[in-house]
Nanobody, 115 residues
Framework: QVQLVESGGGLVQAGGSLRLSCAAS????????MAWFRQAPGKQRESVAV???????RYADSVKGRFTISRDNAKNTVYLQMNAMKPEDTAVYYC?????????WGQGTQVTVSS
C-alpha cells in the first residue's frame, strides 16, 4: 500500500514563497509520473504541476513561471516550490500519480495566501 505524506504548507503573504514536500512509502516515485494537485473550498481538485518519469514537466497556466516541481529520487520525494504566491493559490495541496490509477490520497497540506 502506497502512503503519501504532504508537508510544508502554511500561511504566507501575497508575493511570498513556500516549498511543499511529498514523501512516499510503498512505491518508487521515480518510475511514476507524479503531480501536485490543489483543491480550493467549493472547487474541484485540479492539477497544477506534473513531472514525468523521464523528467518532462508541465504546469497549469495559472502557476506557470511561479511554481517549480522537482523530484529527489534518492529521498523518494517530490517537491513544489511556490514563488510570487497569490491569494488564489489558497487551497489544500496534494500529490499523487499524474495518470492512471491514483494511489490513496494523503491528508494534503493547507496553503493560505493572505492579501
Amino acid at each position: 500500500q502506497v502512503q503519501l505524506v504532504e508537508s510544508g504548507g502554511g500561511l504566507v503573504q501575497a508575493g511570498g514563497s513556500l516549498r511543499l514536500s511529498c514523501a512516499a512509502s510503498g512505491s518508487t516515485l521515480s518510475i511514476n509520473p507524479m503531480a501536485w494537485f490543489r483543491q480550493a473550498p467549493g472547487k474541484q481538485r485540479e492539477s497544477v504541476a506534473v513531472i514525468s518519469s523521464s523528467g518532462t514537466i508541465r504546469y497549469a497556466d495559472s502557476v506557470k513561471g511561479r511554481f517549480t516541481i522537482s523530484r529527489d529520487n534518492a529521498k523518494n520525494t517530490v517537491y513544489l516550490q511556490m514563488n510570487a504566491m497569490k491569494p488564489e493559490d489558497t487551497a489544500v495541496y496534494y500529490c499523487n500519480r499524474a495518470s492512471g490509477l491514483f494511489w490513496a490520497w494523503g491528508q494534503g497540506t493547507q496553503v493560505t495566501v493572505s492579501s
